[in-house]
């Protein structure tokens, strides 16, 4: 089982950046792909970007396009998330979350069901 814990959070002002990172335990980290997810308060958990097992696909929300990178270094059992020209409405708790599937040929999922296990979250607050 994969204990994930992200850090990095903090407040920054509308423009700034900022790099979440998300460390995992547990030697099958690199054989699942890895997601970000995000909550502000009173919605729902919504996905902000996702990369395959092996480092080599992924997938943005149209929200975050252009502005946020997501990356991974096996070798150290680590996700990023590197978030530029930040905004106020990112303003949210932000998941790191481990895909269910195990090296799964069928693409990479942005659907919060897939995901576990789940960090437990790290703050991000833009100021306008």
Not at 4 to 18: A, I, K, Y
């Amino acid at each position: 089982q994969v204990h994930l814990e992200e850090s990095g959070g903090g407040l920054v002002q509308t423009g700034g950046s900022l790099r979440l990172s998300c460390a995992a335990s547990g030697s099958t980290f690199s054989s699942h792909a890895m997601g970000w997810f995000r909550q502000a308060p009173g919605k729902e958990r919504e996905f902000v970007a996702v990369i395959s097992w092996s480092g080599g696909d992924t997938y943005y929300a149209d929200s975050v396009k252009g502005r946020f990178t997501i990356s991974r270094e096996n070798a150290k059992n680590m996700v990023y998330l590197q978030m530029n020209s930040l905004k106020p409405e990112d303003t949210a708790v932000y998941y790191c979350a481990s895909d269910r599937r195990v090296k799964t040929p069928f693409g990479l999922s942005y659907y919060p069901p897939d995901f576990d296990p789940w960090g437990q979250g790290t703050q991000v607050t833009v100021s306008s």
